[in-house]
C-alpha cells in the first residue's frame, strides 16, 4: 500500500495563476480532507469529504475548491492563487468509525 | 466553536528530565481529543487518543473535563523524543478534526 500519496512536492506559482493539488488514497478510506500548515497556526481544516460525491467546508474553505468523484481520489483546486495561499498542504484519509487519520507527505506552495 | 489552544509553541527539556506538553480545548459538547506528532522528514501521525487510555512511547494524556485540558506528558524524556506536537479534537458528532497550533519539543543531550 502506497497510503495517502500529494502531487506535486513542491510549487511556485505566480499571482492569479490556478493549479491543482493532487490527493490519493488506496486503502478504501471513507474520509480525506485538506488541511493547511503556517507557522504560528497550526493544521487549519480547508475542506472535507466523507465519502464520494459529498464535499464539505472546513474553517478556511476560501479560495479553494474541492471534489470527491472516486473514494480514492480527492483533489484541491485553487481557482486564482493569491500571496495568502503561501503554505504547506496536507492531505488525510481516515476509515469510518476510526480515530487514525493517515497524513500524505505534504506539498509546499510558495505564490508570488 | 471548538478551540484547541497549546500555549508553547517551542518547549526544551534535558533528557531525562520531565515533559509536559499542554493542551486546552473549547467545545459545547463532549469531544475526542487526540495527539499527533511529527518527527523531522516524517509524516504527521496520531500518537496517542483520549478514549483508549492508552501509553504511546511512554507518553501518557489525561482528558480532564472539569479543566477542559489534555496535557500530554512523560516522566523521562529522550532524545527521540524531538518532533512537532500537535493536539486535536473531533466532535463526538462530526468527522472533522481541529488542531492547534503546536508545540516544537526539543530534548538536550
Known amino acids: 500500500n502506497a497510503g495517502v500519496t500529494q502531487t506535486p512536492k513542491f510549487q511556485v506559482l505566480k499571482t492569479g495563476q490556478s493549479m491543482t493539488l493532487q490527493c490519493a488514497q488506496d486503502?478504501?478510506?471513507?474520509?480525506m480532507s485538506w488541511y493547511r500548515q503556517d507557522p504560528g497556526m497550526g493544521l487549519r481544516l480547508i475542506h472535507y469529504s466523507v465519502g464520494a460525491g459529498i464535499t464539505d467546508q472546513g474553517e478556511v474553505p476560501n479560495g479553494y475548491n474541492v471534489s470527491r468523484s472516486t473514494t480514492e481520489d480527492f483533489p484541491l483546486r485553487l481557482l486564482s492563487a493569491a500571496p495568502s495561499q503561501t503554505s504547506v498542504y496536507f492531505c488525510a484519509s481516515a476509515d469510518r468509525g476510526t480515530d487514525t487519520q493517515y497524513f500524505g507527505p505534504g506539498t509546499r506552495l510558495t505564490v508570488l | 466553536a471548538q478551540r484547541v489552544t497549546q500555549p508553547e509553541k517551542l518547549l526544551s527539556v534535558f533528557k531525562g528530565a520531565p515533559v509536559e506538553l499542554k493542551c486546552n480545548y473549547s467545545?459545547?459538547?463532549?469531544?475526542?481529543l487526540f495527539w499527533y506528532v511529527q518527527y523531522s522528514r516524517q509524516r504527521l501521525q496520531l500518537l496517542l487518543r483520549?478514549?483508549s487510555r492508552e501509553s504511546i512511547k511512554g507518553f501518557t494524556a489525561d482528558l480532564n473535563k472539569g479543566e477542559t485540558s489534555f496535557h500530554l506528558k512523560k516522566p523521562f524524556a529522550q532524545e527521540e523524543d524531538s518532533a512537532m506536537y500537535y493536539c486535536a479534537l473531533r466532535p463526538l458528532s462530526g468527522n472533522q478534526f481541529y488542531f492547534g497550533t503546536g508545540t516544537s519539543l526539543t530534548v538536550i543531550p
Open positions: 486503502m478504501n478510506h471513507e474520509y
Open positions: 483520549h478514549i
Open positions: 467545545y459545547s459538547g463532549s469531544p475526542e
